[in-house]
Each structure stands twice: as C-alpha cells, then as structure tokens.
C-alpha cells in the first residue's frame, strides 16, 4: 500500500499578502480555499507593475496546486510549475524554490520521473543555503523518504527537530522513515510525540495505524485508523482499515471501506494502485490486476516498489500481473 505525504500541511503557511490598504482578491480567496475564484482574479493582479509580479505568480501557483490534490490533474500541478517558474525569474528566494519542490514531488506521483524527483532536491537544497529552517530540513526529508534513503531522512528531521522541538510533522516524518526500515517501537514512539504535540492530526493516528498494522496489532491499528477517519475521513484511511479488516478476517467490512474509498477519490492513481493491493489480499487476482493497470494507465510509477510489495504477492505469480510489469516501462 502506498501512503500520501505531507504536502498540503507545510504548504498552508506560504500564502503571501502584499497589499495592506486594500484587499488582494488574488491573497484573499487562497486564504479562504475559494481556488478557482482566484485563478480567475490572479491574472489582473499578475498584470499590476512591479515586484508585486512574483507574489501574484507564486499565490496562482499554490491555488492551481491546491485544486490538484483531489483529482490529481496533472495539468494543475504543470501550470503551478509554470507559475512558480515565473515568479522564481522575477525574484528568486527560499519559499517559492521549496514550493516548487513541493510541485516536483506531486507531479512525480504520475510519471515517477527520476528528473523531477531530483529538481525537487534542487530546489530544496536552494532553499536551505537561503534560509536554513525546520520546514526545508523536513520537505528535503519527505524527498529522500521517497527516494528511500532513509538514513539520509532522519539526519535532515533530526536537524528540523533541532530547530523546532514542536514539530509534530517532523515527528510523523521520522516515525515513517523508522517504520520503512522496520523499526517498528521507533516509529510508535515518535509518532506518539507527534499526536501528544497535535492531538487532531489525523495522519499521524492513520500512520501509526499503519505501523501497528505492520506488528499484527490489528486492534490497535482499527483503533487509531477509525480517529483518523473521525478526524480526516479520506480514501487512504478507509483503504488502510479495509487491508487490517482482510487481516482480522472481516471481509464484509473490508468491501464496505474500500467502496467508500473508491466514492471519496474515484479517479486517482494511488487509490487505484491501494484498491490493487486490497483485491490481492481478497485473492480476487482478476480485480487486483485490473485496479493495478488502471493505476498505471493513469501514472503511477513506483516500480521496483511494486515488486516487492507483499501486498501484491498474492497475484505476482498470475499471467495478467506478469503481463502488466511487462508492458510497464
């Protein structure tokens, strides 16, 4: 199963206000979530004069971003590459080279193109030497969680938890970089911090699910994925529940959670890549490869992860799996 990462929660501080007497709609309607109100009212700022230029840039970048989360439109996230690109040429600084980042590492949820994941790391890197802070060392974590240097993760949270104690994203951060190296207690123990410094983050409780999941404590998992649901209900949770229900043997409230993830997110490529891993452990082999080529068809890449994911060892020997990793380049 594949879990999302934090984006959305560091990226919720960056909005950038540059007027003080009068109201910045391009501003206003971010700050409000009202994304496609402000594509639209972007542009008249975007074509003010001056330095107020890079502003309207970077805040239409982060509206086309903040829409591609839930239908992960790969043209939004290009046209906030495009954006941020803009405001990066009127004025390059820390922020928008780690908001692009940010954009490189979503869009690398589709193609798993190495370049992107490694301009992601560019960009990061850039941003560190600018300004040094607990947000850069955790997103330059995020990047090398993904690309599984693990090691190398935990060093840069280790430094964002220098800087900032109360981090609770680094917490979770680190407890999922422990928990891919199969340290499972460390992993509990810092997601544990992370939920006693924010009691309503609802992707720690889902991730230490996931993580008590992995040590066959089944009633726990359920415990902590039905508060992340209560507090964030979202397809991965009910994705994740319905895999430890499959464990438990529950298979009628398994179905019931995987089609309510497949109501909240019908159309995204992880999803689809989680219902593959859901049918695999259901051993119904013809729906698991059918959810896995969907998932491809719509982007995922992750190969050498799909290989060796248990998840889907139930149909790696079948000829439909065998034919699709095949055809997948």
């Not at 560019?122 to 090398?144: H, M, Q, S, W």
């Not at 309510?260 to 859901?278: G, S, V």
């Amino acid at each position: 199963m594949l879990k999302s990462m934090l984006f959305s929660i560091i990226i919720t501080c960056l909005w950038v206000n540059v007027t003080k007497a009068n109201t910045d709609w391009c501003y206003e309607y971010g700050k409000r979530g009202e994304h496609d109100k402000q594509i639209e009212v972007c542009p008249d700022s975007i074509n003010q004069e001056g330095s107020q230029k890079y502003y309207h840039y970077k805040n239409r970048g982060k509206a086309y971003y903040a829409q591609s989360p839930y239908d992960r439109a790969i043209e939004d996230i290009n046209k906030a590459i495009e954006d941020i690109n803009k405001a990066i040429k009127v004025k390059p600084d820390a922020d928008s080279n780690t908001l692009r980042g940010f954009l490189y590492i979503d869009k690398n949820l589709y193609d798993r193109a190495i370049v992107d994941i490694n301009k992601a790391r560019e960009d990061i890197n850039k941003a560190i030497e600018v300004k040094p802070d607990a947000d850069f060392y955790t997103l330059r974590g995020l990047v090398y969680i993904e690309q599984g240097f693990y090691d190398r993760a935990i060093e840069d949270i280790n430094k964002a938890i220098e800087l900032k104690p109360d981090f609770a994203i680094a917490y979770n951060n680190r407890g999922n970089a422990y928990s891919e190296q199969g340290f499972y207690d460390r992993a509990i123990e810092d997601i544990n911090k992370a939920i006693e410094l924010k009691p309503d983050f609802a992707v720690a409780y889902k991730n230490r699910g996931h993580v008590y999941s992995k040590k066959g404590l089944y009633d726990r998992a359920i415990e902590d994925i039905n508060r992340a649901i209560e507090l964030k209900p979202d397809a991965d949770s009910y994705t994740l529940r319905g895999l430890v229900y499959i464990e438990q043997g529950f298979y009628d409230r398994a179905i019931e959670d995987i089609n309510k993830a497949i109501e909240l997110m019908p159309d995204d490529a992880i999803a689809y890549y989680n219902f593959a891993c859901f049918f695999s452990k259901m051993k119904k082999n013809k729906k698991a490869c059918d959810w896995l080529k969907k998932s491809i068809i719509k982007g995922i890449g992750y190969r050498e992860y799909i290989n060796r994911d248990p998840d889907l060892d139930y149909i790696r020997s079948e000829p439909c799996y065998q034919e699709i990793m095949k055809n997948k380049k």
